[in-house]
């Protein structure tokens, strides 16, 4: 194939791919929108739009060169090498980094205040996201050199499990416990305050969008068109199926674990979805949708852990046991196509756990110290909407 035409082609291909993850966070907004209460409908909006814009500024001048080594202060006829193929290609990677901040947003909903949480993504996208996808997706730091010694394969992660969703899983849980819960969802004598979605309709599109959006996050994590593989669609379609199926009975019907149930399954089968057989795939989306499930359940009616939108426990939980999965259902024994270990894959993933768990512990925390965190009980009562944009999204009527 024509050199210019292969370059072209492989940065269209990238660039679609981005538009669809973008296009994700618009998922990530209407999902938000439609679990918490309508007096935080707006927040949830503009705080995506706005985290999204913060991801750019600080991917663009210090996260990328972190990860790839690649800046882009060079002369405009430099970027435009290759059809501008590495631009569209930090475009691509820049809509994943992007995905922390919209992860960690759902679990503290409702309380955090605007700023310092923008403050929080400037941080974890500029210099603790990148630290990890350098090392999982870029060879730096000899970490998977050392693995590949060790355990005779590198940490495997094809599109994100631990790098994207692990990753924001754990950061948002510390945000979370820093933050405490919401003002009257847990009372002294041991009682819950149920707080139910504002909008199933709009929880659904949410998590529809995501889905659909999802396609070009696993599929386009090739990155050129050579490399492209239907198995990836399949084994992504399974593992939402999966996911969908078991958490519609695990959750007993209930819509919104039957609409989390997909995006389950999807997190969990980024890291091998182009390693697995399809029955591999169903089966790692069908544990996720029970994992969703019973650990949503467990953390916010056991351990009392006000995680809004169970980020914890969806990107969290089932990124950790995607990891896993693809060491197990990769693996030829199990109908995969190998060149995985499982070691490497414990060890992978548990990296990415404890560089998420102690760079959120430190971005909160020190914002705790400094400027506060959490909205004022009267600002909290009144909801995030009139607190912060002093305009709600259902207003009752006119003014002069």
Request: glycine share 14%; net charge neutral.
């Amino acid at each position: 194939m024509d050199a210019t035409y292969k370059s072209g082609a492989d940065a269209l291909f990238i660039l679609l791919g981005g538009i669809m993850i973008l296009a994700m966070h618009a998922g990530f907004a209407f999902l938000e929108l439609g679990t918490v209460r309508k007096k935080n409908q707006v927040n949830a909006l503009v705080k995506i739009l706005v985290d999204f814009a913060v991801s750019t500024i600080a991917y663009f001048f210090v996260g990328y060169t972190i990860a790839y080594g690649i800046d882009f202060f060079g002369s405009t006829e430099t970027l435009t090498a290759k059809n501008g193929y590495e631009l569209v290609k930090f475009f691509f990677l820049l809509t994943f980094a992007a995905a922390i901040p919209a992860i960690i947003s759902g679990g503290i909903a409702e309380r955090a205040k605007f700023y310092p949480q923008l403050m929080a993504t400037a941080v974890l996208v500029g210099v603790l996201y990148p630290l990890f996808e350098g090392i999982a997706w870029n060879h730096r730091f000899g970490v998977q050199a050392f693995f590949q010694a060790a355990f005779g394969y590198e940490f495997h992660d094809f599109a994100g499990s631990v790098v994207v969703h692990a990753v924001g899983g754990w950061a948002a849980l510390l945000a979370v416990l820093l933050l405490g819960a919401r003002r009257g969802r847990y009372t002294k004598d041991g009682r819950m305050a149920a707080h139910p979605p504002s909008s199933i309709p709009f929880l659904a599109l949410g998590a529809w969008i995501l889905t659909i959006g999802w396609f070009g996050f696993n599929v386009m994590s090739a990155q050129t068109l050579d490399k492209m593989n239907g198995l990836v669609a399949v084994n992504s379609l399974m593992a939402l199926v999966g996911g969908t199926l078991t958490a519609l009975l695990a959750g007993k019907n209930d819509p919104g674990f039957a609409y989390n149930g997909p995006l389950a399954g999807l997190v969990a089968v980024c890291a091998g979805s182009d390693l697995m057989h399809p029955l591999g795939a169903l089966i790692t989306g069908g544990i996720a949708g029970a994992i969703f499930v019973w650990m949503f359940t467990w953390t916010q009616n056991k351990w009392k852990i006000d995680d809004v939108l169970g980020v914890w426990p969806l990107h969290g939980l089932c990124g950790a046991w995607g990891g896993l999965a693809a060491g197990i259902f990769g693996s030829k024994a199990l109908g995969g196509m190998g060149g995985v270990s499982m070691l490497s894959q414990l060890a992978g993933t548990a990296l990415g756990i404890v560089i998420a768990a102690l760079g959120g512990l430190i971005v909160y925390g020190l914002l705790k110290i400094t400027v506060g965190i959490r909205l004022d009980p009267e600002q909290e009562f009144d909801g995030a909407d009139l607190s912060i944009h002093k305009i709600s999204a259902t207003p009752e009527r006119e003014t002069a």
